[in-house]
């Protein structure tokens, strides 16, 4: 049971309270409690009250010390998680590339993303199995060796050269960019399983394809080769053969990077013969902050972002060689 303590508007003496009280006003609850005799049940009641109330002060205060420790937990939680992406949003520029591999006969294999290969070199045949994706090939010659790549039942023969093989479904793509190379197939007459090294190998399996540089094909796997089963050998513009191998070109990923930076990466990492001479007509264009992901190749993308989000125009002076101006 709770009680109101109210302020007299008068002075008080609790040994007379009746004789006290102004004419016409109400008994106050203290008169009351005076009048009854019950002043000691009150203070008891009124000790008792503010115990509880402590205690439950006390409660109250402890669990905000919870609460202020759990919320000091939170905050710290959220000052770490601030601080990384501060630290994951200063200026930085990484460089990624294809898997690259070099065989034991020192040839050199990418890999497309997702793409897996298994070396199997034997005394006669420098054989890589494609299991999945795809991959390019730079082959060594060895005129007594030759380098073959197998899918299933197609093999793709080479003594020295380059090319891609992609592993598309039910279709086996193979795309030269140097030399060229043999399509092979297991013929419909052949008992002995394909991709074996015995030495009735080669009168077991059917050419295909002859396939030059510039040069495209696609067959399908796992059916016998028939000799009315020849895949057409479709010619590759340069704008499509570089928009298939664009995968092997170095990956730039900028993010707040100096312009200056970025300049200097790629030229560092572009390809051969495509490097273009980039000079800032201000040296303070050198300072804008850049971010994005490009192939290293790809300066007109380069170009044209920097026309978008700052306005600064890409003035050629030759195909090799490039002002940039701050646009008006």
Known sequence: MDFLVMKSDYPFDPRHPAEQAPAGSKLHPVDWVVESDAVGDVLREMNGQLHRRHRRRLRVVTGGAVALLLSG?????????????????????????????????????????????????????????????????????????????????????????????????????????????????????????????????????????????????????????????????VPVETAELAMRLAWRAPRLEFSRTPLVEALALMSQHAAAGKNVTVILADPSLGRVQVSGVLRADNMETLLGLLDDEHGIKAEYRSPKEVVLRKGQ
Not at 163 to 192: H, I, N, Q, R
């Open 73 to 233: 937990f939170v905050w710290q939680q959220a000052y770490r998680s601030t601080t990384i992406t501060e630290r994951t949003s200063t200026p930085s520029a990484m460089v990624s590339r294809p898997e690259r591999q070099v065989l034991p006969d020192g040839s050199i294999v990418e890999l497309r993303n997702g793409a897996q290969v298994a070396v199997a070199f034997t005394d006669s045949v420098r054989r890589v199995v494609l299991t999945r994706g795809e991959a390019h090939f730079q082959v060594l010659t060895q005129k007594a060796k030759p380098f073959v790549v197998a899918v299933g039942d197609v093999e793709v023969r080479a003594v020295g050269t380059a090319f891609s093989v992609e592993l598309g479904g039910t279709e086996v793509a193979v795309l030269v960019t140097e030399g060229s190379v043999a399509v092979e197939k297991a013929s419909s007459e052949s008992a002995e399983p394909a991709g074996t090294d015995s030495p009735n190998t080669d009168k077991a399996r059917a050419v295909v394809a002859l396939v030059e540089a510039g040069n495209r094909v696609v067959v399908p796997v796992d059916t016998a080769a028939t000799s009315d089963s020849r895949p057409e050998v």
